[in-house]
């Protein structure tokens, strides 16, 4: 499954496929950039982070991926398992600040 | 070592009332981050502070809202004067660094958040 344009409000994918989640960030000073997750009745959980000078990076089933010609991020989740259902959200900062800009998130919901 | 700890988890307020919202860090966390979570928004910085310092409230409102952080207790997040638009979630964070610059942000962790509903 994948979301498209912005940041589309909900994502349904089937258990076992992978998961596309985009996010447009806003700010074009930014470099640096998390994907959070946020479990119902739980704050945001750090997934994976990316600073500018990379296009790519990859952690367990999870990939970030970076363009910043048209500043747009995204995380994919390989096999997607019921536990990924979840919102998640796109932050980002300028380097050594502290704060974190959140976009609007994007609800996961997976099918069995 | 326990998580963050925000309480209460769910607050409800008259207009016109104070709300109190408590954050105890992560033990051996001095830097705590409040945020602001509206309704299909994602979260919006308010303030930051340290312990009896507060460091930079450039995203908290001017009027009615302010934040401590003693030497020994919860950080607190008070809003005089509730009114509907103020209800939304509250989450804080703590790090054992300044987030971004001595520490990386993975090392940020943000607590369950306070549900704040104004009638």
């Known amino acids: 499954g994948e979301s498209v344009g912005l940041h589309l409000p909900t994502l349904s994918v089937q258990e076992g496929d992978n998961s596309i989640i985009n996010c447009a960030y806003s700010?074009?000073?930014?470099?640096?950039f998390i994907w959070y997750k946020q479990e119902s009745g739980k704050g945001p959980q750090f997934i994976i982070d990316i600073r500018s000078n990379m296009d790519k990076r990859q952690g367990q089933r999870v990939t970030v991926l970076l363009n910043k010609t048209v500043k747009h991020l995204s995380l994919q989740i390989a096999a997607t398992q019921p536990g990924d259902s979840a919102v998640y959200f796109c932050?980002?900062?300028?380097?050594?600040?502290?704060?974190?800009?959140f976009g609007a998130g994007t609800t996961v919901t997976v099918r069995a | 070592n326990a998580g963050v700890m925000q309480n209460p988890r769910h607050l409800v307020r008259r207009r016109g009332q104070e709300a109190r919202l408590r954050c105890s860090p992560m033990k051996g966390h001095s830097h705590v981050y409040w945020y602001r979570q509206l309704p299909e928004e994602g979260l919006k910085f308010m303030v930051y502070?340290?312990?009896?310092?507060?460091?930079?409230e450039s995203g908290m409102p001017k009027e009615r809202f302010s934040a401590e952080f003693p030497k020994e207790g919860p950080s607190i997040l008070r809003i005089q004067q509730v009114v509907r638009g103020d209800s939304a979630a509250y989450f804080c964070?703590?790090?054992?660094?300044?987030?971004?610059?001595?520490?990386?942000?993975?090392?940020?962790?943000f607590g369950p958040g306070t549900r704040l509903t104004v009638l």
């Open positions: 932050a980002e900062t300028v380097s050594n600040d502290y704060k974190l800009s």
């Open positions: 700010n074009s000073a930014s470099d640096y």
């Open positions: 964070a703590s790090s054992p660094y300044r987030a971004g610059l001595a520490g990386p942000y993975n090392e940020q962790f």
């Open positions: 502070l340290q312990k009896e310092n507060i460091i930079d």
